[in-house]
Antibody, heavy 117, light 110 residues
């Protein structure tokens, strides 16, 4: 059974940092492009960042470029999102998701990041 | 990259059909046959319902169908059931390994 469990969310002040983790199981992690997708409270989904299978290609939505870094450890079946210089508008539930082809096939349950003073 | 445009709400009675639209541009919806749709129940993670415009993943009922014409994609839910009540989001590949989502549509089963 495919399972992805995010962790690392919490309350942080503006300008602060957080590192999210996503632990995957039930599929061959190294064979999948992976992404982070976020959802602000009461709002829609937003693709944030994506990474190819070997970690050499990384892509970001413009609003997080230069502040967020996506990474992965295929040996540990894990995906990460390092978030620096956090802003109030980064407050959201962050989901990790597999990218199967050109869609997002499997999702974790999400982890809430709250940026507030 | 601007979000795709979806109606905020849609509704239908049990057994009826409802169609949700998703409008983008020639740089996303119109430029690629890579539109996907997601169902999200309150407090839950999104679930893939349609991919590559009109393909259904294993386990998704054939009551769900997708199509595209120009810059507008559509999701049709036929034979509405109570459990179909949820938020629905469209998503399109936007080139250069970027994706864009719609704002979401709340589907109510009357």
């Amino acid at each position: 059974e495919v399972q992805m469990v995010e962790s690392g969310g919490g309350l942080v002040q503006p300008g602060g940092s957080l590192r999210l983790s996503c632990a995957a199981s039930g599929f061959t992690f190294s064979s999948y492009w992976m992404s982070w997708v976020r959802q602000a409270p009461g709002k829609g989904l937003e693709w944030v960042a994506g990474m190819n299978q070997d970690g050499r290609e990384k892509y970001y939505v413009d609003s997080v470029k230069g502040r967020f870094t996506i990474s992965r450890d295929n040996a540990k079946y894990s995906l990460y999102l390092q978030m620096n210089s956090l802003r109030v508008e980064d407050t959201a539930v962050y989901y990790c998701a597999t990218s199967s082809g050109w869609s997002f096939g499997y999702w974790g349950q999400g982890t809430l990041v709250t940026v507030s003073s | 990259q601007s979000a795709l445009t979806q109606p905020p709400s849609a509704s239908g009675s049990p057994g009826q059909s409802v169609t949700i639209s998703c409008t983008g541009t020639s740089s996303d919806v119109g430029g690629y046959n890579y539109v996907s749709w997601y169902q999200q129940h309150p407090g839950k993670a999104p679930k893939l319902m349609i991919y590559d415009v009109s393909k259904r993943p294993s386990g998704v009922p054939d009551r769900f169908s997708g199509s595209k014409s120009g810059n507008t994609a559509s999701l049709t839910v036929s034979g509405l059931q109570a459990e179909d009540e949820a938020d629905y989001y469209c998503c399109s590949y936007a080139g250069s390994n970027h994706w864009v989502f719609g704002g979401g549509t709340k589907l109510t089963v009357l």
